[in-house]
């Protein structure tokens, strides 16, 4: 058996995908062969739902990561468990990026829960680059429906994407 992982999922509701996500995918493609950004339905995501459709979401994705000049990463859909779509897919590793000791906690509590599903299932963890630390995607949305400039968080086309949701910067 290989040992090596080659195949990791990179997962996250990206409502909207942020240059914080984009930035932890570009860092998985120089460790992994073979990276999937995987978009979860979350459907009752703190009780509120998405701003975006998965498949909206999906098709962001996959703008941003083209106009980054990100290549040969997959972008899948997933709803229910991320061991069960690691399986699916043929990943041994999620990766994950980490903002601060909040993000650590909670990430790492899914880590164990993951382990504890599927042994095989590696968690692979990148700090966020200093310049991307402070943003999310609830930053962005927040932001962007107050009518405020995002163009430093996120991607020219999500950046569209946002002003058709939320209307034109004032």
């Known amino acids: 058996m290989d040992?090596?992982?080659?195949?990791v999922?990179?997962?996250?509701?990206?409502?909207?995908?942020?240059?914080?996500?984009?930035?932890?995918v570009r860092r998985a493609t120089r460790l992994f062969d073979h990276v999937t950004v995987a978009v979860a339905a979350s459907v009752g995501k703190r009780g509120t739902g998405t701003a975006f459709t998965l498949d909206e979401r999906v098709d962001m994705a996959?703008?941003?990561l083209v106009s980054q000049g990100i290549e040969g990463v997959?972008?899948?859909?997933?709803?229910?468990?991320?061991?069960?779509?690691?399986?699916?897919?043929?990943?041994?590793g999620v990766v994950k990026g980490l903002r601060a000791i909040?993000?650590?906690?909670?990430?790492?509590?899914?880590?164990?829960?993951?382990r504890r599903l599927s042994p095989e299932l590696e968690s692979v963890f990148v700090m966020s680059s200093p310049e991307y630390g402070y943003i999310s995607?609830?930053?962005v949305r927040e932001l962007s429906a107050l009518g405020s400039e995002v163009s430093a968080l996120v991607p020219p086309c999500v950046e569209a994407h946002l002003r058709e949701r939320y209307g034109e910067r004032r």
Do not use: M
Request: aromatic residues 10%; negative net charge.
């Open 137 to 139: 995607s609830s930053i």
């Open 62 to 64: 996959r703008e941003a």
């Open 102 to 114: 909040t993000d650590f906690e909670y990430e790492l509590q899914q880590a164990d829960l993951n």
């Open 74 to 92: 997959d972008v899948a859909p997933f709803e229910g468990l991320l061991v069960a779509f690691c399986q699916e897919v043929g990943a041994g």
């Open 3 to 7: 040992a090596n992982i080659r195949h």
């Open 9 to 24: 999922v990179v997962p996250g509701t990206f409502d909207p995908i942020t240059y914080g996500h984009l930035d932890v």
